[in-house]
């Protein structure tokens, strides 16, 4: 028996990732999973639809930019058409946008990011609101950012939309409260892996510096493996900071989403190994 058994989960941006492990995660606890990403959807039934059908979970999956109302509506009608009801809303969806200085940046590069990062969000928490109201009962996780809570130089436009998606949360919690709903943020620290290696590489050509992947990669397996909690505090005595995996966060969403959490709400939970402490 698991701990979602019955729940139906749209959680979107589930290509790689968080997105990816929450998917797993929630069919392997017992939900009915619907997911989206923006790869081709052949792609995307291959490298995680099939694997959570094979492991006996139930998945609908769907090519869907958030950021796109016609897209997120179509995706929350099969979503009701196929399993009946939605009861979790994941918004995981997130991009980097560019690494520039503030002046720099393009209204579009902008416009962009944030019409992804939240405007996405929004769109697909307006389209699920009506069924959660309808049964007063519904759980939403918006995914932030430590960056939520701390400045970002050089990624402006990111880090207004993980701050924003923490007034988002707030602000939503209290609304739909009346209905059941619960609303929280998770802000995730750093994952390693190859979209860390991209930002890295995004930063060393903003900083004009060379940049060898292989490299970071060794960098990231070594903090890893030698990394403590809290280790940002005590770099003068040698030590790292650890970084999180992915399933951490997942394990997270879980809690959140079962009867465990229901008196959670409101709330921006960092998950980061003590990166952030506030």
């Not at 958030?66 to 897209?71: A, R």
């Not at 759980?139 to 990624?155: A, C, E, F, Q, W």
């Not at 939503?172 to 994952?191: D, Q, S, W």
């Not at 930002?199 to 292989?214: E, H, I, M, V």
């Amino acid at each position: 028996m698991g701990t979602l058994d019955g729940r139906v989960a749209i959680i979107t941006g589930c290509g790689r990732g968080f997105g990816e492990a929450m998917a797993k995660l929630f069919a392997s606890e017992g939900a009915t999973v619907s997911i989206c990403d923006i790869i081709p959807l052949k792609e995307f039934e291959d490298r995680v639809g099939s694997r959570i059908r094979a492991a006996g979970g139930r998945v609908l999956c769907h090519e869907t930019d958030v950021s796109q109302e016609d897209q997120v509506n179509l995706m929350i009608r099969r979503t009701l058409e196929e399993f009946g009801t939605v009861d979790i809303l994941i918004n995981n969806v997130g991009i980097a946008g560019p690494t520039e200085d503030c002046w720099k940046i393009s209204l579009e590069e902008w416009s962009h990011t944030l019409d992804v990062n939240l405007g996405g969000a929004f769109l697909c928490t307006k389209a699920v609101l009506p069924e959660m109201i309808r049964k007063r009962w519904g759980r939403i996780i918006n995914l932030s950012s430590i960056t939520g809570k701390s400045p970002l130089p050089h990624r402006t436009p990111y880090a207004t939309s993980k701050m924003g998606i923490i007034g988002f949360t707030r602000t939503l919690a209290a609304e739909v409260g009346r209905y059941g709903i619960t609303v929280n943020a998770i802000c995730p620290g750093n994952p390693g892996g190859e979209r860390n290696v991209e930002l890295a590489r995004d930063l060393a050509k903003y900083l004009g510096k060379p940049f060898d992947a292989d490299a970071c990669r060794r960098r990231f397996e070594e903090s890893r493996r030698k990394g403590v909690l809290g280790g940002r505090y005590l770099t003068e005595e040698g030590f790292s900071q650890a970084l999180i995996s992915h399933e951490d966060v997942a394990r997270l969403a879980v809690f959140l989403c079962s009867e465990y959490g229901g008196m959670i709400t409101g709330q921006d939970i960092n998950v980061d190994g003590g990166i952030v402490m506030w």
